[in-house]
């Protein structure tokens, strides 16, 4: 899989996550359609609802959310994880695929079991960005580390990135992330991006949980190294995170927005392009509009800056007003500094 620091095309993820529904064909189908919509990897999260957190039904593990409510933590996570024994199977359809595949990983023993398998990248999620014993130990890998940011607070993004050099990651990528399900597009921010370029020292991407296939191209657009998007085969299969994954048409047309958007990008540039010298000459220039008879003056009434750009440019008009014309000027003839006196006596 390529450095997503060092490749200037946009490195766009089909997050998996839980739309496989615990269903190992389904899952395998998502992998083989987001090789069809063009996406560069595909994610899954390795965790178990033990390893994020404990069965419990206290008040604290139960959730409030529109879409995930009425049941404890560990209810959903035991719906929504990916079994263990499926990722070696999972790993080799995205290589056959020609797909890159990460992992998000969650606690020591999710790193371990992602490192057997042999991964070459590492994700942490935003939840768990202030867990720094993990990105340590992750970072102690030495392989790249791409890290998402929902909820962080400056300083907190700080003690992250500071903990992950320090500990030898790879290289180290931040995803700029509202942890809304799904986000909207007003809560994005995404003129945050070349902000955390700046401030961080290192490449940003984003991870979007909104519908819109808008805000990817704006986040390219700013400079987004990396897209990830959930990615669902369809929404109404209704598993945990289908709510806010697109769907394969919309997952395609994204990729080919922010290909679009790569393109227009471009560098900073101030040449003409091949089109722009061809289309020159309809630029405005100055113009006969009148018949003119050799040694008439030139004025604002017989002499006009219209297109064509046979003529010499408008800027000249001021200064060949009230010219006499050194020969007969036929209405039509592009205006020459030959056609002309220099000296407004007639006698050049």
């Known amino acids: 899989m390529k450095n997503v620091s060092r490749d200037k095309k946009t490195f766009i ?5 839980a739309n496989h529904g615990q269903n190992i064909g389904t899952a395998i189908k998502l992998i083989r359609a987001s090789r069809a919509c063009g996406v ?12 994020l957190t404990i069965d419990s039904a206290l008040g604290h593990f139960r959730i409030d959310h529109p879409r995930w409510g009425g049941q404890t933590l560990y209810e959903l996570y035991r719906k929504a994880y990916t079994p263990w024994k499926w990722f070696k199977k999972l ?73 992950a050099r320090s500990h030898g990651a790879g290289s180290i ?9 799904p986000a909207v597009p007003e809560e994005m921010n995404l003129r945050t991006i070349p902000d955390m370029r700046s401030r961080f020292g290192c490449p940003i991407g984003l991870s979007d949980h909104s519908l819109s296939a808008v805000v990817p191209v704006v986040a390219v ?32 047309q994204l990729v080919q927005d922010v290909r679009t958007a790569e393109k227009a990008s471009g560098d900073v540039s101030y040449k003409l392009t091949a089109g ?73």
């Open 40 to 51: 560069d990897a595909v994610k899954f999260q390795t965790y178990t609802p033990d390893t």
């Open 221 to 252: 657009a700013l400079g987004a190294s990396v897209i990830e998007k959930h990615f669902t085969l369809s929404r109404a299969m209704k598993t945990p995170d289908s709510f806010f994954s697109l769907e394969p048409d919309e997952m395609k």
């Open 173 to 181: 990528t931040l995803l700029k992330c509202v942890s809304s399900y």
């Open 13 to 17: 993820i089909a997050e998996i996550s």
């Open 91 to 163: 790993k080799k359809e995205a290589d056959d695929q020609g797909l890159g595949f990460l992992s998000t990983a969650f606690d020591p023993t999710s790193v371990d079991f992602l490192e057997e398998l042999g991964v070459s990248t590492h994700k942490i999620a935003s939840f768990e960005l202030i867990d720094i014993p993990l990105i340590e130990y992750v970072s102690g890998t030495k392989k790249p580390l791409i890290m998402s940011t929902g909820m962080a607070s400056r300083k907190e993004v700080r003690a992250a990135v500071t903990a």
């Open 276 to 348: 722009e010298k061809k289309n020159r000459i309809f630029r405005r220039s100055l113009f006969i509009v009148e018949d003119i008879k050799k040694g008439a003056l030139l004025t604002a009434g017989n002499i006009r800056s219209i297109r064509p750009a046979n003529g010499i440019a408008p800027v000249h008009i001021k200064t060949v007003i009230g010219k006499r014309a050194g020969r007969a000027l036929r209405r039509g003839t592009p205006l020459k500094l030959s056609h002309f006196y220099s000296g407004r006596s007639g006698k050049g």
